[in-house]
């Protein structure tokens, strides 16, 4: 019974494997292969010249290679020699220099990866600056994230998100450490936007990057890593221990967000009447601010004034009363 014959499969292994590396048995075949098929000869033989001239960048080489390959009746080589040819200088040039395209590439696949993590929660900003982040691993514990800023400014879109300023991402940044401290519930998804927003107006702190580049499954970690991001910034906030002293110390500071244009009058006022002046038995010092939030809770077009006034009320009601703490601190 003849042998049977080995698989395409097994001969093009063969021919793709340095010889040095076959067994004695698989040389045989390859062998015997070869002086049945001529054209097997003639593929090994083309495929192996190739070989040493692309490991030992030889590229001077190619055009020796190409015309061999021609002299050949092998349709699939000239359709590569062909393909080749029509590129030739930078298939020369890549064959010969040892430099190559593979960091670039490397980089392309980095910034897909990059894109889809933070998909829907920022625009180009971020993108550009989480493209030029390096990463180091720290004890083998996680990645710890550094920037690496670029000298020139990023390209300008036709549509582009307004960004803030350093000042606005770290007021937003204290804004939400007073409300935490004041038993407000502030979202996982908000704490890494503002992370995000510090991160693009150029706000550093080594735990920045960390809480700006956490995906959805790591939203667990945001609150640790925000309040780290606050100590590192000197923005940490602790209320006075006692409850009332608290009520008052919030009232102050919604009083403050509400006059600086920082805090809408109608959700400041709001705040004031539902979560202050409740707990502290609505004390004449507030009244004031409790009418505004009435108002602007209850307003109708039928009243004759516009939301723009009993805004402004609001605000001068804001000012005012805070005006009385600054006035106490500074006779103290």
């Given at each position: 019974m003849a042998a049977r014959p080995p698989s395409s499969r097994s001969v093009a292994g063969w021919i793709l494997r340095s010889p040095e590396a076959l067994s004695e048995s698989e040389q045989l075949q390859l062998k015997t292969v070869s002086t049945n098929c001529p054209e097997i000869a003639a593929l090994a033989g083309h495929v192996r010249s190739f070989t040493t001239v692309l490991t030992e960048r030889q590229g001077e080489r190619l055009p020796d290679w190409l015309d061999a390959v021609r002299q050949d009746d092998l349709p699939s080589l000239h359709t590569l020699a062909t393909g080749l040819e029509r590129d030739r200088d930078a298939v020369i040039a890549g064959l010969t220099l040892p430099w190559n395209s593979g960091v670039v590439e490397g980089h392309v696949n980095r910034i897909k990866m990059l894109k889809p993590q933070m998909f829907g929660r920022a625009g180009f900003a971020l993108l550009r600056k989480r493209v030029l982040m390096f990463t180091e691993h720290a004890g083998g514990t996680r990645w710890q994230h550094r920037l690496k800023m670029c000298d020139s400014p990023p390209p300008r879109w036709p549509i582009e998100k307004t960004v803030m300023t350093r000042d606005d991402a770290l007021k937003q940044l204290s804004h939400i450490a007073h409300e935490r401290a004041f038993g407000r519930q502030v979202g996982s998804d908000r704490l890494i936007q503002a992370g995000l927003d510090a991160l693009i107006a150029g706000v550093e702190s080594p735990s920045l990057a960390m809480l700006a580049g956490l995906l959805r499954s790591e939203e667990p970690e945001a609150r640790a890593l925000?309040?780290?991001?606050?100590?590192?910034?000197?923005?940490?906030?602790?209320?006075?221990?006692?409850?009332?002293?608290?009520?008052?110390?919030?009232?102050?500071?919604?009083?403050?967000?509400?006059?600086?244009?920082?805090?809408?009058?109608?959700?400041?006022?709001?705040?004031?009447?539902?979560?202050?002046?409740?707990?502290?038995?609505?004390?004449?010092?507030?009244?004031?601010?409790?009418?505004?939030?009435?108002?602007?809770?209850?307003?109708?077009?039928?009243?004759?004034?516009?939301?723009?006034?009993?805004?402004?009320?609001?605000?001068?009601?804001?000012?005012?009363?805070?005006?009385?703490?600054?006035?106490?601190?500074?006779?103290?």
């Open positions: 925000f309040d780290q991001v606050l100590e590192e910034l000197g923005l940490l906030f602790h209320p006075p221990a006692d409850a009332r002293a608290a009520k008052w110390a919030m009232a102050y500071w919604v009083a403050g967000q509400i006059a600086d244009g920082s805090l809408d009058p109608a959700v400041g006022t709001d705040l004031i009447w539902a979560d202050i002046a409740y707990g502290l038995g609505y004390p004449v010092e507030l009244e004031p601010l409790v009418h505004c939030a009435h108002n602007l809770n209850a307003w109708d077009e039928s009243w004759g004034v516009s939301v723009e006034a009993l805004n402004r009320e609001a605000v001068e009601a804001a000012k005012h009363f805070f005006s009385q703490r600054s006035a106490a601190e500074a006779g103290d």
